[in-house]
């Protein structure tokens, strides 16, 4: 049940997305509440694509939660209070592969509108579909330095539509 939380427009988020994003980082999930997998994030982007309000986020195919995404149409990017800084440092250090992450740092997770996984210790969430996904290509770099980045295993970017925002009441 989503009762602590209230729909907003996705015009109407208030937070500056850089920190959200950088700084705050966030939980992307993708899944059911019966079946999912989250990781920490600190990529990604929040804007105005296809006539559409739109995040983009990228996942290594060597992650755990890559398999979810690709076998899942939506997804949720889950924003928390910093007192949950280490649940993100959790989820962000152990693999669901390996560790019950739900259990392990007390997440309770709640079904979004699409089924998708909302968090309820989450601040504000949004609710994706995708829409779009290319594979990072090293040739098109611009910025050679931007490569040191990475050790042969590009990031997969998702472009979704933000179907809704949930913010806590």
């Known amino acids: ?27 992307l999930t993708a899944g059911t509440v019966d079946n999912y997998n989250t990781m ?17 986020c990228f996942i290594r195919p060597t992650r755990h939660t890559y398999i979810f ?11 928390f209070d910093d007192k949950y800084r280490d649940i993100l440092n959790y989820c962000g250090k152990f ?7 739900e259990k392990n740092t007390g997440l309770i997770a709640l079904k979004g509108e699409q089924n998708s ?11 994706c579909k995708k829409m779009y996904f290319d594979d990072i ?10 490569d040191k980045l990475y050790n042969n295993d590009y990031h ?14």
């Open 95 to 101: 693999s669901g592969r390996d560790v019950d992450k």
């Open 1 to 27: 049940m989503l009762k602590q939380f209230k729909k907003i427009n996705a015009k109407d988020i208030k937070d500056n997305p850089v920190q959200m994003l950088k700084d705050d980082w966030f939980l």
């Open 69 to 79: 995404f690709e076998n899942n149409d939506y997804f949720s990017m889950c924003f």
């Open 117 to 127: 996984v909302i968090f309820q210790q989450s601040e504000m969430a949004l609710e």
């Open 40 to 56: 920490t994030a600190a990529w990604g982007g929040i804007g105005y694509l296809w006539n559409k309000p739109v995040v983009f």
């Open 137 to 146: 290509k090293p040739l098109n770099f611009i910025d050679n330095a931007i």
């Open 156 to 169: 997969r970017m998702y472009i979704g539509e933000i179907l809704n925002v949930f913010k806590k009441v």
